[in-house]
């Protein structure tokens, strides 16, 4: 019987899947580009996401955490929350326990930036205006994105 060195090395837990495989694209990424592309590739993946939810569904922003956290469930990247505060539309995301065996540290930046293509994309879609800005930061073990001026 052929086993899976997946299976083998994480027992019964659920293998690490998309958080390393990320990790994995950084580290050779990292080898030819800069980090300044290493991030541009990043966001440009969160946009190619966001063309993948249901946002003719959405129509408000309990709808579009709804939509995003199930892609975030399926690509094991942890959940968000949305909400309004005076300023902008805030995005606490928490990407869960990604150890940092399995998201290396060169690769939180990347997932930053695929978390901020990928709202970018949706609220753009939604119909925010164009000189409204996304910005994420990484605020101790959660990343804040804010859209707004």
């Known amino acids: 019987m ?4 997946l299976r083998e090395s994480f027992g019964k837990t659920r293998s690490p899947g998309v958080p390393l495989i990320l ?4 580290a050779e990424l990292g080898d ?3 980090a300044k592309q290493i991030a541009g590739f990043g966001f440009a993946l ?16 309990s709808d579009l955490e709804m939509q995003v956290n199930r892609l975030w469930s399926d690509l094991d990247l942890g959940q968000g929350r949305l909400y309004a505060d005076e300023a902008a539309l ?4 928490d990407p869960g326990l990604l150890r940092p065996d ?22 753009r879609a939604l119909g925010s205006s164009p000189g409204i800005q996304t910005s994420a930061n990484w605020r101790e073990q959660v ?4 859209h707004g001026k």
Do not use: N
């Open 90 to 93: 805030v995005v606490e995301h």
């Open 143 to 146: 990343i804040e994105l804010r």
């Open 32 to 34: 030819a580009a800069s």
């Open 102 to 123: 399995v998201l290396s540290p060169a690769a939180r930046p990347f997932l930053l930036e695929l978390l901020r293509g990928t709202f970018d994309a949706c609220f």
């Open 46 to 61: 969160g946009q190619r996401l966001a063309a993948r939810l249901q946002l003719d569904l959405v129509t408000d922003l």
């Open 23 to 26: 990790s994995m694209i950084v």
């Open 2 to 5: 052929i086993q899976m060195p």
